[in-house]
């Protein structure tokens, strides 16, 4: 019997999800064994494995329940679009997926499709516990946002976690559901989805309970079963996180008229020691009423409701002139020297006098 370790790859990711074809399928096997397993011409959802053939640079796609046979292919194309299923591959572990085999009526014969989560996504980027319990992914409708703003990790470091898919862990602390991430606390559940998560922790309080987490521009969102954990996960693999490729912090698109163009995260187009600093004396500007959190940590909260205020500095001239501790911005600085210019003219004749 063969031993080698199985790690099931996720078919949607918050209920999207990739359908690839499978090519060459053998028609004489998936008759034979989908008459005894679902009946003779029904449709059939199950599992697959897929296998690296160096020959041709595709995927084997192998059935369990055919005694591991081969039953077609998945084109070196594809495969190459995933490079996260291929670190699996270098560690001696064999991916497993959902599949779904479909009779055309028409023409008699049986089409495979492998359901797939898109790149990123479809490989977790780190581990779980060996005794934990990860519960089941839901529909397109049931993912939960987590709120990060209270928790260990900084906007750049959510931000740097995307796009990827995450073994978070859910711990319930004063009646409220606390995610963790990597030993910190990445963030809390809203209290709209509270009870909801606290009940499906209640209903497996034996072990420590993981959901996945999906990031995507810095947006935590778990992707879970709302309301059942029938089909929850035991027993994962260790998955070879430090070999694993890391988010690419660029993306490439081709239009249709040939144009390329690329897209460069933020924090990767910017090297950390030119990010921009504020100095101590630098203010935030920002409208009456609707204050806004800094962007700069170092930079103290301070708010101008209105304009640097021109007062007369001497009574009898009255010239205009700011408070020295005003900064003035550059629009500011031509009021200045606007009303300095009008106190020296005068209200005489300010056109030049002819030649």
Request: glycine letters at 8%.
């Amino acid at each position: 019997m063969d031993s080698t370790p199985r790690y099931p790859l996720i078919p949607t990711v918050l209920g999207d999800g990739m359908s690839v074809r499978v090519g060459n399928v053998v028609q004489a096997i998936l008759f034979e064994h989908i008459s005894t397993t679902a009946g003779p011409g029904r449709d059939l959802g199950t599992t697959v494995e897929l296998e690296p053939y160096p020959l041709t640079g595709t995927w084997r796609v192998r059935w369990p329940l055919a005694f591991g046979a081969v039953i077609g292919e998945i084109d070196a194309e594809t495969r190459a679009e995933f490079p996260l299923v291929e670190s699996l591959h270098s560690r001696g572990i064999t991916p497993r997926a959902h599949a779904t085999f479909a009779l055309n009526r028409a023409t008699g014969i049986y089409g495979v499709t492998v359901h797939i989560a898109p790149a990123p996504f479809v490989v977790p980027r780190n581990n779980a516990p060996a005794e934990a319990v990860v519960l089941p992914q839901g529909n397109a409708n049931e993912g939960i946002l987590v709120q990060v703003a209270g928790g260990d990790y900084t906007a750049t470091e959510t931000m740097l976690m995307s796009p990827g898919h995450w073994l978070v862990g859910l711990n319930v602390h004063d009646e409220t559901v606390v995610v963790t991430c990597e030993g910190r606390v990445l963030g809390t559940v809203g209290e709209h989805d509270n009870e909801i998560v606290m009940a499906l922790l209640d209903s497996l309080s034996e072990a420590p309970v993981f959901a996945r987490a999906m990031a995507v521009d810095g947006s935590i969102t778990l992707d879970i079963a709302r309301h059942s954990i029938a089909h929850a996960v035991r027993n994962l693999p260790v998955l070879p996180v430090a070999e694993m490729p890391q988010p690419q912090p660029f993306h490439v698109f081709e239009f249709s008229d040939g144009t390329i163009a690329v897209t460069v995260e933020g924090a990767a187009a910017i090297d950390p020691d030119d990010q921009p600093a504020p100095k101590d004396s630098a203010r935030t500007v920002a409208v009456p009423g609707a204050p806004r959190e800094l962007l700069f940590d170092d930079a103290p909260t301070q708010y101008f409701p209105a304009p640097v205020a021109f007062t007369p500095s001497n009574e009898d001239t009255e010239d205009t002139v700011a408070s020295e501790e005003s900064y003035l911005s550059e629009v500011e600085k031509v009021r200045l020297r606007r009303a300095e210019r009008d106190n020296r003219l005068g209200d005489g004749p300010r056109h030049r006098k002819a030649d």
